[in-house]
């Protein structure tokens, strides 16, 4: 009996293992579709690509999987969240450099920095001029920076006002959650989605426009909703590590158990959070049932 029991975990051991290995060297594309009232000029459908966490992860020769797939959805408009690269000591960022200098050449690209960005950001006396290097040979390419900035585009005749929020890298202390409510995200940004107003954007306003708050660390959920976005695209907890069917992540990357908030669509009255299993992984490289993805969503007017 003792010798079944071993042998069963074992094989056990050994699946776990084989899916790990498989699930960090594959990704899948996630479809969303959101529906709302406030989608009203919208005259056809509109295609939202968000990438999130790719932490230098490479998917075929020089990303070629990943810019298939980003080929292949054919959007309107590209949104991504931050860490694409891994924000460490003599660790080059030209992975993640070399696939987003691509983006652009697909639609229109508006990127908000996660903390491994704003780790190099704050901190020019270890990472040198990498982080200035970086963002701007990715705007030379095209790429549209929301540093607490925003901006209101139209696409398909729907007004959208994308903002880009950069919280500090303290509020990313292991063990530690800092006191974050909507008017510090007013605060942050310099708009709020019912005033409007930035000298240099056009910031979220009630003028028709349909508001979509880019925020890296979903660990502040309430303060984003309260803040009143329509849409909430969040990423950094790459799905929770291990994910539990029913349950969702195990852990957040600050040591908290059980996000609320870990890898899905969740719905509050008129708004809506997506929050992104990420692209990749670095540290703890273990994902189990829980597939890299590339998310893809889908608004449409109600």
């Known amino acids: 009996m003792k010798v079944l029991l071993a042998l069963t975990a074992v094989i056990i051991l050994a699946a776990a293992v084989f899916e790990i290995y498989r699930e960090i060297h594959h990704f899948c594309i996630t479809r969303y579709e959101v529906?709302?009232?406030?989608?009203?000029?919208?005259?056809?459908?509109?295609?939202?690509?968000?990438?999130?966490?790719?932490?230098n992860r490479i998917y075929g020769y020089g990303n070629r999987g990943l810019m298939q797939a980003v080929r292949e959805e054919k959007?309107?408009?590209?949104?991504?969240?931050g860490?694409?690269?891994?924000?460490?000591?003599n660790v080059p960022y030209d992975t993640a450099l070399d696939f987003v200098r691509q983006l652009p050449a697909v639609c229109r690209v508006f990127y908000v920095n996660g903390n491994h960005e704003g780790r190099m950001k704050e901190n020019p006396e270890i990472y040198n001029s990498a982080y200035e290097e970086y963002m701007?040979?990715?705007?030379?390419?095209?790429?549209?920076?929301?540093?607490?900035?925003?901006?209101?585009?139209t696409l398909n005749g729907q007004k959208l006002s994308v903002c880009g929020?950069?919280?500090?890298?303290?509020?990313?202390?292991?063990?530690?959650k800092s006191d974050i409510d909507a008017d510090d995200i007013s605060e942050?940004?310099?708009?709020s989605p019912e005033t409007g107003g930035l000298a240099e954007y056009p910031a979220a306003n009630r003028d028709g426009s349909f508001t979509i708050l880019l925020a890296h660390n979903p660990a502040y959920m309430d303060a984003y909703l309260d803040w009143g976005a329509d849409l909430i695209l969040s990423g950094h907890l790459h799905g929770g590590l291990i994910r539990i069917?029913?349950?969702?992540?195990?852990?957040?990357?600050?040591?908290?158990?059980?996000?609320?908030?870990?890898?899905?669509?969740?719905?509050?009255?008129?708004?809506?959070?997506?929050?992104?299993?990420?692209?990749?992984s670095h540290t703890l490289n273990i994902r189990l049932f829980n597939t890299?993805?590339?998310?893809?969503?889908?608004?449409?007017?109600?």
Do not use: W
């Open 165 to 176: 929020l950069e919280l500090p890298v303290r509020t990313y202390r292991k063990f530690h």
């Open 292 to 302: 890299p993805e590339l998310v893809s969503i889908t608004l449409v007017p109600e």
């Open 75 to 81: 959007p309107d408009l590209i949104l991504i969240g």
């Open 245 to 280: 069917p029913g349950l969702g992540g195990i852990v957040t990357p600050q040591g908290f158990l059980f996000p609320k908030y870990s890898g899905e669509m969740t719905r509050k009255g008129g708004q809506t959070v997506i929050v992104s299993r990420g692209l990749g």
């Open 83 to 89: 860490d694409m690269l891994v924000g460490k000591e």
């Open 136 to 153: 701007c040979s990715l705007k030379k390419a095209g790429v549209v920076f929301l540093e607490n900035e925003s901006c209101t585009i």
């Open 35 to 55: 529906k709302s009232a406030r989608l009203s000029g919208m005259y056809r459908e509109t295609k939202i690509l968000f990438l999130s966490d790719l932490h």
């Open 188 to 191: 942050y940004l310099g708009c």
